[in-house]
C-alpha cells in the first residue's frame, strides 16, 4: 500500500489550494479515504472523508471551506480548500485503513500566512 500526497505550499489567508493523494497497492474504489492534518504541538485530527460511494463528511472548523472527492479511473482523492486561515497551516496526511490497519501517506506541508 502507497500513499503519496501533493500539492502542498505556502499560500495567504483568504487563499486555495488543492491537495492530491495518488495511491497504489490495494483496490482503491472500495476503501474509504480520509485526509488528516496536524499542527506542531498537536493531534493529528480528521478534515475530510469520503466513503467509497461518494459521501463526504467534514468537522465543523473546515465544513463549507473544504471539499474532498475522489477519480477512482485515477485512484486518487483530492482536498481543495478554499478560505484558507492561518489556523489551516500544519501537515496534510492522506489515510485509508485496511484490515484495521492505518496507512499514511508521507505528509504535505500547508502553511497559510496572515
Known amino acids: 500500500v502507497q500513499l503519496v500526497e501533493s500539492g502542498g505550499g505556502l499560500v495567504q489567508a483568504g487563499g486555495s489550494l488543492r491537495l492530491s493523494c495518488a495511491a497504489s497497492g490495494f483496490i482503491f474504489s472500495i476503501k474509504a479515504m480520509g485526509w488528516y492534518r496536524q499542527a506542531p504541538g498537536k493531534q493529528r485530527e480528521l478534515v475530510a472523508s469520503?466513503?467509497?460511494?461518494?459521501?463526504?463528511n467534514y468537522p465543523d472548523s473546515v465544513k463549507g471551506r473544504f471539499t474532498i472527492s475522489r477519480d477512482n479511473a485515477k485512484n486518487t482523492v483530492y482536498l481543495q480548500m478554499n478560505s484558507l486561515k492561518p489556523d489551516d497551516t500544519a501537515v496534510y496526511y492522506c489515510?485509508?485503513?485496511?484490515?484495521?490497519?492505518?496507512?499514511w501517506g508521507q505528509g504535505t506541508q500547508v502553511t497559510v500566512s496572515s
Open positions: 469520503i466513503a467509497r460511494g461518494g459521501s463526504a
Open positions: 489515510n485509508t485503513v485496511i484490515r484495521m490497519y492505518d496507512y
